[in-house]
């Protein structure tokens, strides 16, 4: 069995492993604002749900590689909200496109030809095309290194018609198919092929 000793290793090799072996990992894409109101649109793998009572989810946000801070930390710093919309296959190559650095005020969703809906209870909007959003409401932010981790209160979920048993409040199977992220730079995979495993009694 190969060893990598990960103390001391170069940033970009470390990432290279980990991203090719945690996989696949859900996709945030974020859509934030900062004091001005001005939307930003960027997608993020290091992301995932932590809990519901609250309901809670973590974000890893890196620095650029000049070390400055990304707009999404920016926004979320200054208005201390954010939404995560999730992505399905049809939306996958719009989402990438959203990851270019543009200059700080420029939209992403315009760009990507998509639009913004508005949210309920945060000033951020969500990707209207979306197939689900999360509202999300920042709890606590550790920075530690590079990184920057946000965790966050969801507050509500915007789901498509159809996907949910409303009186439920469960998933349908197969109704719901966002792709996940694997190895970089331009990994991913579909949802669709899917099994069961019975849970313990």
């Not at 696949?24 to 793998?45: H, K, M």
């Not at 995560?84 to 990851?99: G, H, R, W, Y």
């Not at 969703?109 to 909007?125: F, Y």
Request: hydrophobic share 45%; with cysteine; glycine share 8%.
């Amino acid at each position: 069995m190969d060893y990598f000793d990960l103390s001391g290793c170069d940033t970009d090799r470390v990432y290279a492993l980990l991203a090719g072996l945690v996989t696949p990992r859900p996709i945030a894409w974020v859509t934030s604002v900062d004091a001005e109101g001005r939307v930003n649109a960027a997608p993020f793998s290091f992301f995932n749900l932590l809990g519901v009572s609250p309901p809670v989810v973590a974000l890893g946000v890196g620095d650029r590689e000049d070390g400055t801070p990304k707009d999404t930390a920016l926004n979320i710093a200054e208005t201390g909200e954010f939404v995560v919309n999730l992505v399905d296959e049809a939306l996958c190559a719009a989402m990438v496109s959203t990851a270019r650095e543009v200059p700080r005020g420029v939209s992403e969703l315009e760009q990507a030809g998509l639009s913004a809906a508005p949210s309920r209870q945060v000033r951020a909007p969500r990707v209207e095309q979306a197939p689900a959003s999360l509202e999300c409401r920042l709890l606590q932010t550790l920075s530690v290194g590079e990184n920057r981790i946000f965790l966050a209160r969801v507050l509500a979920a915007h789901v498509r018609d159809g996907v949910v048993d409303v009186a439920r409040m469960r998933v349908r199977a197969g109704a719901h198919a966002p792709v996940g992220r694997l190895h970089s730079p331009d990994g991913y995979c579909r949802t669709v092929d899917r099994f069961s495993v019975a849970w313990p009694e």
